[in-house]
């Protein structure tokens, strides 16, 4: 039994997982799924596995690309069709969760992402409805362009004719 569990990420606990992984293969120690199977580590892949609290855990296989918003995982299902005056696109999206099997999408929590493109950056929100998505959008778009909106809002008007 081995204590606590390792790092993926830092050098360190990338060496330590190896080698821990190499005994355990040759112990026989057996991995085991999110549905609770259990198969021999060595028929696994190093990098398909996890140790964690003190088992190793098979990694779900996730093929999907994710979106952070806002400091949020999605992964956008379907693109809305749908057509405003602000050009924005909308999206289904599903916000991504994380166990110790690994990525998976939360089933329920479904959601509109808003998306607009400039020639600076690309800019992302997100809400339970496409009004609240679009305010949200709307909002970081303001802050973004604050100066340019009131110097446009309070630059003096041409008159016509005179």
């Given amino acids: 039994m081995h204590n606590g569990s390792l790092s993926d990420m830092s050098p360190t606990g990338a ?3 190896q080698l821990l992984y190499r005994q355990d293969c040759m112990r026989g ?8 199977d259990e198969y021999p580590l ?3 892949d190093i990098d398909n596995v996890r140790y964690v609290a003190g088992v190793w855990r098979i990694q779900n296989k996730f093929d999907h690309p994710i979106q952070v918003v806002r400091d949020r995982q999605f992964v956008l299902l379907s693109k809305l069709n749908r057509t405003e005056r602000n050009h924005f696109e909308y999206y289904r999206a599903s916000m991504v969760g994380q166990n110790c099997y690994g990525y998976f999408l939360t089933p329920g929590l479904e959601y509109i992402v808003a998306k607009y493109e400039t020639n600076r950056a690309t800019y992302w929100a997100y809400g339970n409805s496409i009004e609240q998505a679009r305010a949200f959008l709307g909002i ?3 802050e973004e362009y604050m100066d340019v909106i009131h110097t446009a809002a309070n630059a003096p008007q041409a008159q016509n004719g005179k």
């Avoid at 120690?29 to 609770?36: F, I, P, Q, R």
């Fill in 15 to 17: 060496a330590a997982k």
């Fill in 29 to 36: 120690v057996m991995a085991c799924d999110a549905k609770g």
């Fill in 42 to 44: 060595g028929t696994i």
């Fill in 140 to 142: 970081r778009l303001y």
